[in-house]
T-cell receptor, first 112, second 114 residues
Framework: QKEVEQNSGPLSVPEGAIASLNCTYSDRGSQSFFWYRQYSGKSPELIMSIYSNGDKEDGRFTAQLNKASQYVSLLIRDSQPSDSATYLCAVNLATGGFKTIFGAGTRLFVKA | DTEVTQTPKHLVMGMTNKKSLKCEQHMGHRAMYWYKQKAKKPPELMFVYSYEKLSINESVPSRFSPECPNSSLLNLHLHALQPEDSALYLC?????????????FGPGTRLTVL
């Protein structure tokens, strides 16, 4: 079983719609969870971090965490063509805060 | 603008060459990381330095040799690489906050081994 799993996509949504990206993880003791955006040919950019169960909102982005279900999601409201990128879910393992495992990423396309 | 810088942006080297990748951060972070990323794959952790000491080595071949001269600088020395080592090499840094280390990435060095 992979430690961090994401649907590889591509996920295609029309401009202005809500994009929903999902991630599951296997290490039940994990405490910190991150979403990175990576444009083609560029490095990952941190867009959200979440540590507690529930929702965390930042602008058009909302991260949701459910530790009991080992599930993290990212909602992007009012999606824009500039949101088209690969979104990486990352989890810090319970064994130590430095070891971060990335999911394979979900490719998002926002159609104008 | 990213506060983690990496040089060079691109590097082409032969299998017998010795080269170094450099990373610098100006955020006062005390943890620095090297990742390797192949095309259409996620970043894979290679090394972590915490307070200038090697904290994690993910069983990386000895042809990759990390060095952390001070809290702002991180180097990756390369020697006798193989073509399959061609990849994007990413440096990241974070505060040291237990389980809550948000990592910030530099732009990467795209390495091609001929």
């Amino acid at each position: 079983q992979k430690e961090v799993e994401q649907n590889s996509g591509p996920l295609s949504v029309p401009e202005g719609a809500i994009a929903s990206l999902n991630c599951t993880y296997s290490d039940r003791g994990s405490q910190s969870f991150f979403w990175y955006r990576q444009y083609s040919g560029k490095s990952p950019e941190l867009i959200m971090s979440i540590y507690s169960n529930g929702d965390k909102e930042d602008g058009r982005f909302t991260a949701q965490l459910n530790k009991a279900s080992q599930y993290v999601s990212l909602l992007i409201r009012d999606s824009q063509p500039s949101d088209s990128a690969t979104y990486l879910c990352a989890v810090n393992l319970a064994t130590g805060g430095f070891k971060t495992i990335f999911g394979a990423g979900t490719r998002l396309f926002v159609k104008a | 603008d990213t506060e983690v810088t990496q040089t060079p942006k691109h590097l082409v080297m032969g299998m017998t060459n010795k080269k170094s990748l450099k990373c610098e951060q100006h955020m006062g972070h005390r943890a620095m990381y090297w990742y390797k990323q192949k095309a259409k794959k996620p970043p894979e952790l290679m090394f972590v330095y915490s307070y200038e000491k090697l904290s994690i080595n993910e069983s990386v071949p000895s042809r990759f040799s990390p060095e952390c001269p001070n809290s702002s600088l991180l180097n990756l020395h390369l020697h006798a690489l193989q073509p399959e080592d061609s990849a994007l090499y990413l440096c990241a840094s974070s505060q040291v906050r237990g389980a809550y280390n948000e990592q910030f990435f530099g732009p990467g060095t795209r390495l091609t081994v001929l």
